[in-house]
């Protein structure tokens, strides 16, 4: 790993830390990545725990998903990361959660309205609380060429969506580095949390 990667991985370790901590990346659940040119991108490797990354649980695999490497696999979603980044060359890092408010969500919901939160000014294009974002929900697939289609569909028809969820699945969030995706993480999971307590209220 060049000094560089070395950097990447630091950032993303980090995230994987603070996320487990706060409950969003339960044993081996979620992802990280983060772009490293044009044609590559550093990923967490498949089946490691993300409160506890070193160096050697990240890879580096291309824009189609291949580690460079032969003798390493990459995460099983790899291909929604792909996808991102694809879409978007201003992106530069990628997460994905599975806590209890986004996966509880997902399950209920075919999108999420986030709206009047300060928080939203996190996300790309708002600039105040007087705004209000839908954060669409996927069907989960394990197709996952299949479901990376469907996302780049919608994405390509709405650019403005600031993440997704996958149903009873969880969050992918992005930015323009692993610092920018960590705040929007963290934004969108304090939201969702008070949108589920709101309606456990209800109840």
């Not at 990447?8 to 901590?21: E, P, S, V």
């Not at 990240?58 to 696999?73: E, H, N, Y």
Request: aromatic share 8%.
């Amino acid at each position: 790993m060049n000094s560089d990667d070395a950097a990447r991985a630091q950032r993303l370790i980090a995230a994987g830390r603070l996320f487990h901590q706060r409950g969003w990346v339960p044993a081996t659940g979620g992802n990280f990545s983060a772009r490293r040119d044009a044609a590559t991108m550093l990923i967490t490797a498949s089946g490691c725990h993300k409160g506890e990354l070193e160096d050697e649980h990240f890879l580096v695999a291309d824009l189609d998903g291949r580690p460079l490497q032969a003798d390493r696999k990459a995460s099983y979603e790899t291909l929604l990361h792909c996808q991102l980044y694809r879409h978007d060359p201003a992106i530069g890092a990628v997460l994905h959660t599975h806590s209890i408010a986004n996966t509880v969500l997902s399950r209920r919901y075919e999108g999420i309205r986030l709206a009047g939160y300060e928080l939203l000014k996190l996300l790309p294009g708002i600039s105040t609380h007087e705004a209000a974002v839908e954060v669409p929900v996927f069907a989960n697939d394990q197709d996952i060429a299949r479901l990376a289609a469907t996302v780049d569909a919608h994405l390509r028809e709405r650019p403005q969506t600031p993440a997704y969820l996958i149903a009873g699945h969880g969050l992918y969030a992005w930015g323009a580095d692993v610092e920018q995706a960590r705040w929007r993480v963290e934004a969108l999971e304090f939201m969702f949390e008070c949108e589920l307590q709101a309606q456990q209220l209800k109840e």
